[in-house]
């Protein structure tokens, strides 16, 4: 997973706290830039109920 290319949001350039995101294959990780080693991994179909749920405004985030 070292190798992984972890992207984040461009309004998060030059921040400590931001989500990341690396897609491989079927699976797509997730991890928060202040933890980089607590990784979470998703299906491509669990990360895109995800992605339409945060902007659907389910969370408050």
């Known amino acids: 997973m070292e ?3 972890w992207m984040r949001p461009a309004a ?3 921040s400590g706290n931001c989500p990341e995101v690396a897609a491989s ?4 990780y997730v991890r928060s830039s202040l933890q980089p080693s607590a990784i979470a991994q998703l299906t491509p179909s669990e990360w895109r109920d995800l992605v339409a749920a945060i902007r659907a405004g389910e969370f408050d985030v």
């Open 3 to 5: 190798n992984l290319p």
């Open 12 to 14: 998060c350039a030059n």
């Open 25 to 28: 294959g079927d699976a797509v």
